[in-house]
């Protein structure tokens, strides 16, 4: 395989949002839509591309790249910042006791749903970016998880993507088929 090129490229990243508390406050598949609207709509404001993801019920993981002058930070804070002002608004109304557990002590927030600081790891070459795609899309058939048999069955990913060519998710990027 060949190298990604390096002058005037925009790295591809790995990143990985984790619940405060490895709690699973994801497992609903309404807040999974949440992140996955979030997706969509940094999409189509041509923000970034995303290559894959995986939404499992306490952190999320995806690979992406930022597209003309979107800041990594940016693009992650606001996609974060929106599925977290989402998932209180519910909360406050159907489940308070749960948004509870989730008070913060900081002066700039009353309730903190993910860890501080997400990791973000540069990819610069196309056999670590398949490893990592790969890694994504194994989460849900993990021993610890068990959610599905086989990765392309679980609903929240991008995996029948790469599996079995359905474009289940629009806003997911082929890695390999859609490079301009």
Do not use: C
Not at 55 to 81: D, F
Request: a positive charge; glycine letters at 4%.
């Amino acid at each position: 395989m060949k190298p990604l090129p390096t002058e005037g490229y925009t790295a591809l990243y790995f990143s990985t949002a984790t619940i405060k508390g490895w709690k699973h406050l994801l497992k609903p598949d309404k807040y999974k839509t949440v992140i996955t609207n979030s997706m969509s709509f940094l999409v189509k404001e041509g923000a970034v591309w995303i290559y894959a993801f995986v939404i499992m019920p306490n952190h999320i993981h995806w690979v992406w790249q930022m597209r003309g002058e979107t800041v990594k930070s940016s693009a992650q804070q606001r996609m974060l910042k929106f599925v977290a002002q989402q998932i209180k608004a519910d909360l406050e109304i159907h489940h308070p006791l749960v948004l509870a557990q989730f008070k913060s002590e900081r002066k700039d927030r009353g309730h903190q749903f993910f860890k501080d600081r997400p990791l973000s790891v540069a990819l610069f070459s196309d056999n670590v970016v398949w490893q990592k795609i790969s890694y994504i899309h194994r989460n849900p058939v993990q021993e610890k998880w068990r959610l599905v048999a086989r990765p392309e069955d679980y609903t929240y990913s991008s995996a029948s993507l790469y599996v079995l060519g359905e474009r289940r998710w629009p806003f997911v990027r082929h890695f390999w088929y859609d490079m301009d």
